[in-house]
């Protein structure tokens, strides 16, 4: 015999939703996609990471060849034209970090993070999205970035014949490294944005962790900072862009990115924690 429930009782339990409503990780990702173009920083914010890297890259190398003639020896013996086109990555990792940083803490200066953890419930969908997206543009946008700053730094370099080329030892690793690099630069801004949610504090402590950090490292007694310095965040991620690393160096190309990538996942998670237990 089989027990049938009254009707109030069954229209009352819990339906599951529809396929075309129900929230998946895919849906979310689109929605953060179309979010991330439609800000207008999001642009501004692309076009600096060209100027920096497009820009400041060709600049170094024209003036590199300019004054190639009236170089000491010993700055001529430790030229490296591919570290000299890539040089605009200083300023870029900058710019590419307060993009990380702004497209989480956007939402909660707008209050718009309500709507967006009211959609998704579970919350980790969100940051998952936002990482993602984030890295698919800003790995595409700074690979082609980084060939084209490589390519047009070494034709200005070509007057003075101190080129070199893709094909290079360690050349390839270096352009696709810088790309690299930024993307988890970024990465590292998005983490911290969801663990401070303010654009000032998540911004001042990126610039901390990328610039003050080895400084301060500089600052230690030499046996400290012999062991310790290699593996502060951006020092540990750059290797990847060294063409010719140290054989010596605690750390190699890929190991001390490893290690940069290791601090941003700190980070992420982090800030998965507490956006699954504070308030939005």
Not at 5 to 24: F, G, H, K, N, W
Not at 38 to 46: D, E, G, I, V
Not at 250 to 264: H, K, N, Q, R
């Amino acid at each position: 015999m089989t027990a049938t429930l009254p009707e109030a009782q069954r229209s009352s339990a819990p339906q599951p939703l529809p396929d075309d409503i129900r929230v998946t990780q895919w849906r979310v990702m689109r929605s953060e996609w179309h979010k991330f173009w439609s800000l207008r920083s999001s642009y501004f914010t692309l076009a600096a990471t060209l100027i920096a890297m497009i820009g400041f890259g060709g600049l170094f190398a024209a003036v590199t060849a300019n004054r190639w003639t009236h170089m000491r020896p010993i700055e001529q013996a430790h030229f490296d034209p591919t570290a000299v086109s890539l040089r605009g990555f200083y300023l870029a990792q900058l710019v590419v970090g307060v993009l990380g940083v702004l497209i989480v803490t956007g939402e909660y200066s707008t209050g718009m993070i309500r709507s967006s953890l009211g959609a998704a419930p579970r919350r980790l969908p969100v940051l998952i999205g936002k990482a993602v997206v984030f890295a698919v543009i800003t790995l595409g946008v700074t690979v082609a970035t980084a060939f084209v700053a490589f390519f047009l730094g070494q034709y200005l370099l070509s007057s003075q014949h101190i080129e070199t080329t893709i094909g290079a030892d360690g050349v390839a690793r270096a352009v696709v490294g810088t790309a690299l690099y930024l993307t988890v630069v970024g990465l590292m801004g998005v983490g911290l944005g969801f663990v401070v949610r303010s654009t000032a504090g998540a911004i001042a402590s990126l610039f901390g962790i990328l610039l003050v950090l080895p400084v301060l490292g500089e600052a230690l007694p030499t046996d400290w900072a012999t062991n310790i310095n290699p593996y502060l965040p951006s020092n540990a991620g750059q290797q990847l862009m060294v063409v010719h690393p140290d054989p010596a160096a605690l750390l190699g190309p890929w190991p001390g990115f490893g290690v940069f990538c290791g601090y941003a996942a700190v980070a992420l998670v982090a800030g998965a924690v507490l956006l699954r237990r504070r308030d939005a």
